[in-house]
């Protein structure tokens, strides 16, 4: 059986009819900024749907007004006349309170003139005796009125079912559906009865085992026998005791090995010691989310235009175009990526309305969402107080950084230029000094193909993890470069360190005094790290702790 295309249904119609209340009710979150005024969705939104009969992609538009003298307007229906051209089936959204508008029959002569199949959904249908009222939209020429409440939930299953039944090979979707789902679940079979079978292994394994202990034929599986060899061992060393370490390994020497055991080859001991390719994982990263976010009107739109290479978010010069994120996946080398345009965010008392209080929260809840966050600057304006609280929002949630100064094409330049701006950035964002940064201008398209990139190399930076025999032995080769504080009387020991979390890589560090631990002294040790390992991109978070004791200082210096 050949594959299918998974169908995309588009919602269109004029302002303020429900077509965002509707996308979010189906779609089973708030992806839509929903308020009660027209023309506030703007750029089309996508959400994958399976909880049908067949998977499908809905697509949500700002609403329909032809023919009108607003730029920003004229550029909502063009993106609103791409979703129809690229759907599989077109839901006509109609108010049924406000009866046949005139706009209505403007929206109804484009999707005639479309060719494409459509089906009329009256909605704020909210009581059963309204949906009376979608009587008068039969005047329309439609075969078919649907009703629904979208803020209420009714009939909203059934508008989905219509629609789904309404495609040309609804039938062949539907069995080939069926199909996948079938192989899906033979295989989660498969795996849940072999994993059944590999603990009922396990459990005679260990059972065997236990058997056998102490009986001769265990001599075959050690290489060496161990049991009658050193039983005194040196007492662990506890420095709450008030002993010092060097008088510790005066007092207890450490035994030597048995000339057995000394004279084995382990071989994975000597690769570890010599391979220098396993001191640090960096694992594979499936989808790269990289959240591009900054003030109003600094290009953040444009960006996410020219990277795509269409016109998918609409652009203007009026600040707080986007009202709502916008996600678009791409690959790009083999690597796939997903876009994600956020609304501007402005200083907290200059935000107006309610409209533009959401958007900046589903801009907050971007970057929480992202591994990358594209913070772009105005060339023109230099860097701000609010771009440095934007790029903290980032930092203070370890997000990985890059800082993209858009309209490099506008600013004054000399030689120095480029120089002088970077000197401005990093007086500004202090706390980051980790963030590579790009030159661009996304209106040209210069030097916008860096940016992904660098979100590559940033995404795998996060993740990288070092090993716990290579971090200490760089610690040790170089904790004696700086004098470590002294408390009362005694020095700052560090005794052992180890990477304990990725995204953003954290490090727990051991001490004899944690809490004296001053954060230049942790500085240094950070340093000391990002010079060796790199890191590029992503802040580095150290934990202290003392020895023998569970909770730990988290140290964000």
Request: proline content about 4%; hydrophobic content about 35%.
């Amino acid at each position: 059986m050949r594959d299918f295309r998974i169908p995309i249904l588009a919602i269109v119609g004029r302002p303020n009819v429900g077509k965002s209340t509707f996308f979010n009710r189906v779609s089973g979150s708030k992806l839509q900024v929903v308020e009660d005024e027209p023309g506030i969705t703007r750029d089309r939104a996508y959400s994958y749907i399976d909880t049908y009969e067949i998977p499908f992609y809905m697509v949500d538009t700002g609403g329909i007004e032809r023919n009108s003298t607003d730029e920003l307007k004229d550029q909502v229906y063009k993106q609103a006349m791409s979703a129809v051209e690229e759907a599989d089936l077109v839901l006509f959204f109609v108010d049924s309170k406000d009866g046949v508008q005139t706009a209505d029959e403007e929206v109804l002569n484009i999707l005639r003139t479309s060719g494409k199949p459509f089906i009329l959904i009256a909605n704020k249908c909210d009581g059963k005796e309204l949906e009376t009222l979608t009587a008068e939209f039969y005047s329309l020429g439609v075969e078919e009125v649907i009703p629904c409440s979208a803020l209420h939930g009714r009939g909203v299953s059934e508008v989905i079912t219509a629609c789904l039944s309404r495609l040309d090979n609804f039938a062949e979707l539907h069995l080939y559906f069926e199909e996948q789902e079938k192989i899906r679940k033979e295989i989660t079979q498969n795996f849940e009865e072999k994993f059944k079978r590999g603990e009922e292994e396990l459990v005679e394994a260990s059972s065997w085992f236990e058997d056998i202990e102490g009986e001769k034929q265990a001599d075959s599986y050690t290489k060496v026998e161990v049991s009658s060899r050193v039983t005194e061992f040196p007492p662990v060393f506890n420095p709450d005791e008030g002993l010092d370490y060097s008088d510790y390994e005066k007092d207890f020497s450490l035994l030597p090995l048995p000339k057995e055991l000394d004279d084995l080859e382990y071989e994975i001991d000597e690769e570890e010691e010599d391979d220098t390719a396993i001191e640090i994982e960096e694992p594979k990263i499936e989808t790269i989310r990289v959240a591009i976010i900054g003030r109003p009107n600094v290009g953040k739109s444009t960006l996410l235009n020219a990277l795509l290479g269409t016109d998918r978010a609409i652009t203007s010069a009026i600040a707080g175009t986007t009202r709502d994120s916008i996600h678009e996946k791409m690959t790009v080398n083999s690597q796939e990526f997903e876009l994600i345009d956020t609304a501007g965010m402005r200083k907290k008392g200059r935000i107006g309305d309610v409209v533009e209080k959401y958007s900046v929260l589903r801009s907050l809840r971007a970057i929480g969402d992202c591994d990358v966050a594209v913070v772009v600057l105005a060339a023109d304006e230099g860097p701000t107080e609010q771009d440095a609280k934007i790029v903290g929002l980032a930092h203070d949630q370890g997000k990985g950084i890059i800082i993209v100064v858009n309209k490099w094409d506008l600013a004054s330049k000399d030689h120095t230029a480029v120089k002088d701006f970077e000197e401005k950035v990093k007086e500004t964002f202090k706390f980051i000094p980790y963030a590579p940064m790009i030159f661009i201008s996304a209106q040209k398209g210069r030097r916008v193909t860096r940016i992904l990139d660098a979100a590559a190399t940033v995404a795998i930076e996060r993740t990288k993890r070092v090993s716990t025999t290579a971090l200490n032995k760089l610690l040790r080769q170089n904790i004696t470069r700086v004098q470590a504080p002294v408390v009362r009387g005694r020095q700052l020991k560090l005794f052992y360190a180890a990477q304990v979390d990725t995204s953003p890589p954290r490090f727990m560090l051991v001490f004899n005094y944690p809490k004296q631990a001053h954060f230049s002294y942790l500085r240094f040790i950070k340093n000391v790290i990002r010079d060796k390992y790199g890191f590029s991109g992503t802040d580095i978070k150290l934990v202290t702790r003392k020895r023998g004791v569970g909770s730990g200082k988290q140290m964000d210096n």
